[in-house]
Nanobody, 126 residues
Framework: QVQLVESGGVLVQAGGSLRLSCAASGRTFSSYDIGWFRQAPGKEREFVVV????????YEADSVKGRFIISRDNTKNTVYLQMNRLKPEDTAVYYC???????????????????WGQGTQVTVSS
């Protein structure tokens, strides 16, 4: 069992930066690939970025490529999402999720994830 808690969401101006955190409980945190998804008002939840259980591999959506960086510290049971050059279209509730490390790390579908956090709101003003 893994419990996830996101934090760091705030109101920020376009062009700014923000770092989200995803803190996990449970001794098996390092056995999970961790992904970030987001959901904007009136839209479907979409994949943002994923990091493999060991931190060696990452994969991001085209919409955030070159701007968002995911990292993890397994000693702290925490995953970070560094968001740079933010745009108004990045406004959304951001969720982190945990998927068992089995299989390819590029898990981009919601059903591939077993545990979800409650989300944190990111608002980017123009």
């Amino acid at each position: 069992q893994v419990q996830l808690v996101e934090s760091g969401g705030v109101l920020v101006q376009a062009g700014g930066s923000l770092r989200l955190s995803c803190a996990a409980s449970g001794r098996t945190f390092s056995s999970y690939d961790i992904g970030w998804f987001r959901q904007a008002p009136g839209k479907e939840r979409e994949f943002v970025v994923v990091i493999s259980w060991d931190g060696d591999y990452t994969y991001e959506a085209d919409s955030v490529k070159g701007r968002f960086i995911i990292s993890r510290d397994n000693t702290k049971n925490t995953v970070y999402l560094q968001m740079n050059r933010l745009k108004p279209e990045d406004t959304a509730v951001y969720y982190c999720a945990a998927a068992n490390m089995g299989g390819w790390y590029r898990k981009t579908f919601q059903h591939q994830y077993e545990y979800w956090g409650q989300g944190t709101q990111v608002t980017v003003s123009s």
